[in-house]
T-cell receptor, first 115, second 109 residues
Framework: GAVVSQHPSWVICKSGTSVKIECRSLDFQATTMFWYRQFPKQSLMLMATSNEGSKATYEQGVEKDKFLINHASLTLSTLTVTSAHPEDSSFYIC???????????FGQGTRLTVV | GQNIDQPTEMTATEGAIVQINCTYQTSGFNGLFWYQQHAGEAPTFLSYNVLDGLEEKGRFSSFLSRSKGYSYLLLKELQMKDSASYLCAVMDSNYQLIWGAGTKLIIKP
């Protein structure tokens, strides 16, 4: 199966700083990448959908100026949490698809803790 | 609105069989996915159904009935490592994945 690598696996940062999370498709070109957030004991919540070379589409309630998404190439998307606060502490997961109607492959996830 | 329903929690015995149901109401349908998620980890892909019927993959099988908006995941010969959450997701007409809340499966010896 296809491999999606997400980095870092976990990060602890101070309140007010910014954190960048990378999502790479290692052996395929990802037409679309998705960013999710998951709070403990809750389901995945889609934050945004990004297509290579175009602006990300954010879900309602997700601040695009706070969660910056860059999908610069067909194999790399980044999520930057700007001016992080403790309430941003969560599990962030990316996924990528080759084509629109194929299964999504997930990265390992990034556990962000803001102190 | 779009909705995916699955039981919150199920308990089964090691070596037994368990069926996890999923019903959905979505705007369009482009396939149904089942994922397994262990606590603290990202989901891993289990199965994909786009046509009616049963797809078998080892100990896991997934069934789809589009007319009923219904799917189930069948797990046979349960092992302790199968304890996890099982997520049902439907791809709608815009090729967006709509996620269920997940079913927590507890396996007892």
């Amino acid at each position: 199966g296809a491999v999606v690598s997400q980095h870092p696996s976990w990060v602890i940062c101070k309140s007010g700083t910014s954190v960048k999370i990378e999502c790479r498709s290692l052996d395929f070109q990802a037409t679309t990448m998705f960013w999710y957030r998951q709070f403990p004991k809750q389901s995945l919540m889609l934050m945004a959908t990004s297509n290579e070379g175009s602006k990300a589409t954010y879900e309602q309630g997700v601040e695009k100026d706070k969660f910056l998404i860059n999908h610069a190439s067909l194999t790399l998307s980044t999520l930057t949490v700007t001016s992080a606060h403790p309430e941003d502490s969560s599990f962030y997961i990316c996924s990528a698809t080759r084509d629109r109607d194929t299964e999504a492959f997930f990265g390992q996830g990034t556990r962000l803790t803001v102190v | 609105g779009q909705n995916i329903d699955q039981p919150t929690e199920m308990t089964a015995t090691e070596g037994a069989i368990v069926q996890i149901n999923c019903t959905y109401q979505t705007s369009g349908f482009n396939g149904l996915f089942w994922y397994q998620q262990h606590a603290g980890e990202a989901p891993t892909f289990l199965s994909y159904n786009v046509l009616d019927g049963l797809e078998e993959k080892g100990r896991f099988s997934s069934f789809l009935s589009r007319s009923k908006g219904y799917s189930y995941l069948l797990l046979k010969e349960l092992q302790m490592k199968d304890s996890a959450s099982y997520l049902c997701a439907v791809m709608d007409s815009n090729y967006q994945l709509i996620w269920g809340a997940g079913t927590k499966l507890i396996i007892k010896p």
